[in-house]
Structures are given as structure tokens and as C-alpha cells.
């Protein structure tokens, strides 16, 4: 077995593990994004909590099929599928990562 598909079969069992914690959870999973959980509760009361625990729940998921998807391609054909596969998840990654809690957040307002 090489280390892409290695590394991108770890990754991708920790983010199935995070979307299985978020359709769990639900609403309360909320607390457990960064950034959200540091906002005052008065604040906090003016997001709407489902639809962003939906959408990092489905971020999860898709996280884990770029990166099952890298690791199977890896096994059967190159392991230049399992860079690629990071590569994108990379990507994916940090489209969503924000330094502002306003930027981060401010799709959920009510």
C-alpha cells in the first residue's frame, strides 16, 4: 500500500467520522465550528444554525468522497491520484476558511 493512499484513506475516515458527529448532533454540532463557538450567545442567536450545520456537514462529506475517491484511484493506477486528490481537497479546503467571523458567517444571518 503507498503513503498517498494511506494518508488520503486517514483523512477521509476522520472527515466521515466529523460528518457522522454533525448529522448526529445537529443544531448543537454549531458549537463545534470554529469561530462560532468563541461569538456571545446574543450573538449566536442571530445565524441560522441548521442551514450551517447542514452546509459543514455536506463539506464533510464531500471532503471524504474527494478523498476516498484519491485513495481507491491511487490503489488501482497511480499515486499521482492521491496528490491530486489532496490538491483538490486543498482547495476545497481553504475556499471555505476565513480570517473574519463576519466573511465566515455572514451567508447565515437571518
Not at 2 to 18: D, M, Q, V, Y
Not at 49 to 62: E, P, T
Not at 63 to 80: D, E, H, P, Y
Amino acid at each position: 500500500m503507498n503513503i498517498g493512499a494511506i494518508t488520503c484513506s486517514l483523512l477521509g475516515g476522520l472527515f466521515l467520522l466529523l460528518w457522522l458527529l454533525f448529522a448526529a448532533l445537529g443544531e448543537r454540532a454549531a458549537l463545534l465550528i470554529s469561530g462560532f463557538n468563541t461569538l456571545p450567545p446574543e450573538k449566536r442567536a442571530q445565524y441560522d444554525v441548521s442551514r450551517m450545520c447542514r452546509d459543514q456537514r455536506n463539506a464533510f462529506l464531500l471532503w471524504a468522497a474527494v478523498l476516498a475517491a484519491g485513495a481507491a484511484l491511487s490503489l488501482l493506477i497511480s499515486q499521482l491520484f492521491a496528490v491530486a486528490a489532496f490538491a483538490v481537497w486543498l482547495v476545497l479546503f481553504f475556499r471555505d476558511v476565513h480570517l473574519d467571523a463576519e466573511k465566515a458567517f455572514g451567508k447565515y444571518r437571518r
